[in-house]
């Protein structure tokens, strides 16, 4: 039924366009030869559509056809009339049979002409789409190679009134944008589902961002703070999702006209610039606003499919303008510093390449070069600040869902969002270049040129020995490669942030396993890629025995890490969060790597040991079968003191909630040294995040009892120094029982 109502339409706008072809007064451009060409892509797509629908339906009715003959082999239809008369019920059910069988052979006989007349008209249709898609090609081609040609006079020269239409500017905007609205709604039908998916993906998105605000408001303490690192989506949600949404639609649409791309794009612009006070300066913000309309060359001008001399004078203003606007621009943002700073600045650059390029062009007759530069440097300036604000929305929107979900049992809950922004945010910029690239491409008409040039030096087989590749093959064995690496290194991450849900039990967590996982990953992802890449096996093989003799002469070392990575994982004498000591290394593992691990400091510095190390040194480990920590002191106390006395209080100075009842804590007298008895106090804390806390609140209420209960902590230099002085001279000297270490310091300076 679709075909039945479509065909005819499609026939009618085939038709017109080859009543284009005939008009041979027309100048074209290259704008509208790019529309006609795309226009005819997108029929030629819904053509194939039908093409295969019809396959279908004549493999369903060859199907319906060999089932037919074989029901009317069956035995039963060879029995005559006269003797199915002897069995009346039967009689009827063949004949009710045949009956059927008959109307079914003729509906299938109808079907079939059906089928061949739609087969005919389709037929039709595709070579006349052939034949006008190569006219416009050739014609394509011609005016690529003249427009670098002298079109017109210099500037300087007398005007050439044999140039272009002479219809006034105004007429062709309008006739230009009568047509491309009728492309567009073309596309439109076409595209149906996918623009009522676009508005519910932006209502869906909106409501979300919406919502996640609002939580944050009612439920953070510090929700302010919070918001104010996404500004932009808690004033702007449904601004917000719009300008998150719709790069991802330049993609989603096959063959879009140039004027719906060129319309998308201005919304674009539109929408960004109630964002852009929140990523640049005041200053630049009102010179945006200022020189936006600029932005409407692109939908206007940019799409007509006729041009006249006096466009010509059109965009030297244009020239003048953009130019102004990107000084205007730089003298803004110099001195200032702030994040889009050097992207700015290389827009702001191209522009001013662009610009004056297409001046350049047009003073020296080239107007088709110029309008094409002007109108591709002021599209591509404005779409790539919009792109930049696209990649801080995007990472805004993670971070404010992110905070939403702390304290909560899902996985977000443990992520850190900077580790978050520093993997994904080089992905996203990735992304968002590509984007600009596609636009810039799209508008200068070079696009296909360049896909049809890469596809085929991709391709293209070489041969190298008795081997045939092609870059293709190759290129695509990087990208799987380079993709499982990237997911091999988000996989650990995420789990190793679910481990920190079972901190507390080490056998709960995955640690070093995870090494096992990132492995697994990456020898599938290269399983895939030969596979993709159509990389035979005994390839493989050969270049395993060349690393063979490499790893004999020069990779001992990488392999033997490579190979302890794999022991850790297994045997797992470490896992992530431990803290251990190697060598002269200690800290808490941070990462077990395939190569080497990484062990953070307690001064905070990384040390990256090798995993060789770890097996072949002395590894001692705090943390492998619990977090107890056993702490150590030595108290001084002076000889004049009460033994007995001292070791009560030391015992009572132990009896703390922080410290373990099992093992009991000692007290033991340790040592007679120069100036002091010396006691060695011996108890166990219960984690090792806390022994430092609770050692440095031991000493502290043992100083407090002593000082209470008179005890005297003897100090080594005012001792020695006594003993070092004549008999009569020691009588002189009054020593403090419990000197200040600020009063000692100066007694000591004026001695």
Known sequence: MEIKENLPEIDRAVSSMRILVQDTIRQDNIRYLKGITTLLGGIMVEIEKYESIIDDRVKLI?????????????????????????????????????????????????????????????????????????????KSIELNRKMWKKEVNFLWEPRDETFGSKKSTLLILKESLIANGTFIMYFFERNLGKLISFFIVLFVLGFSLKRTVRKIQNEKDFSHTILSKGSSVEKFPIISSFLIIVPFFFLVFDRPPLAFN????????????????????????????????????????????????????????????????????????????????????????????????????????????????????????????????????VMQSFFLVLESKKNTDMISSFIDFKELEKRFSGILQLFALGIWLYG?????????????????????????????????????????????????????????????????SRKNRLGSSVLLIRLAVIIIGFFIAL???????????????????????GLQTIINNLVSGIILAFERPIQIGDEIEVGMNK???????????????????????????????????????????????????????????????????????????????????????????????LFWVESMDVWLEIRSDVMTSIFEIFQENGVEIPYPKRDLYLKSLPFGWKETITKPSNPSPEKEDQDDQKE
């Open 62 to 138: 060859l199907q319906a056809n060999e089932d037919l003959a074989q029901i009317k082999q069956d035995s039963i239809f060879n029995i005559s009339e006269e003797n199915l008369q002897v069995a009346p019920d039967l009689f009827d059910e063949v004949k009710l049979l045949r009956s059927q069988i008959s109307e079914i052979e003729n509906e299938i006989f109808r079907q079939e002409i059906t089928l061949t007349r739609f087969q005919v008209q389709l037929n039709d249709l595709t070579s006349r789409i052939i034949s006008i898609g190569q006219y416009f090609r050739l």
């Open 262 to 393: 060129s319309v998308l794009s201005l919304i674009f612009v539109f929408f960004s610039s109630w964002l852009i006070k929140d990523y640049f300066s005041d200053g630049f913000r009102r010179i945006w606003w200022i020189f936006l309309p600029l932005s409407l060359i692109g939908p206007t001008f940019g799409v007509n499919w006729e041009q006249n001399y006096d466009e010509r004078f059109f965009l030297i203003v244009v020239n003048f303008l953009a130019v102004l606007f990107g000084l205007l621009s730089y003298k803004k943002i110099k001195g200032q510093s702030f994040k889009g700073k050097k992207v700015l600045g290389a827009l702001i650059l191209f522009l001013f390449f662009t610009q004056l390029f297409s001046f350049g062009a047009n003073v020296l007759g080239r107007i088709s070069i110029a309008k094409l530069y002007t109108i591709t440097g002021v599209t591509s300036f404005f779409r790539g600040v919009s792109l930049y604000i696209f990649t801080h929305l």
């Open 440 to 504: 810039f491409l799209t508008h200068l008409g070079y696009f296909d040129i360049a896909y049809e040039y890469a596809t085929i030096f991709l391709s293209k087989e070489y041969i190298l020995g008795d081997t045939t590749f092609t870059f293709g093959t190759i290129f695509l064995f990087l990208i799987i490669l380079l993709i499982s690496s990237f997911l091999a290194n988000s996989i650990a991450y995420f789990f190793s942030t679910m481990d920190q849900r079972n901190a507390t």
């Open 531 to 553: 596979t993709a890449a159509k990389i035979p096996l005994d390839r493989i093989t050969i270049v395993l025995g060349a690393l063979s003799v490499g790893i004999g002469f």
């Open 587 to 681: 800290g808490t593992v941070k990462e077990v790597g395939i190569r080497a691990s990484k062990i953070l400091a307690y001064d905070g510095s990384e040390i990256v040991v090798p995993n060789g190390d770890l097996l072949s040194q002395s590894l001692i480990n705090w943390t492998l079968s619990d977090k107890r920590r056993r702490i150590e002191l030595i108290i001084g106390v002076s000889y004049e003191s009460d033994m007995k006395k001292v070791k009560t209080l030391l015992t009572d100075a132990l009896i703390k909630n922080n410290i373990l009842k099992s093992p009991p804590p000692r007290v033991f007298m340790q040592n007679f040294g120069d100036s002091s008895v010396d006691f060695r106090l």
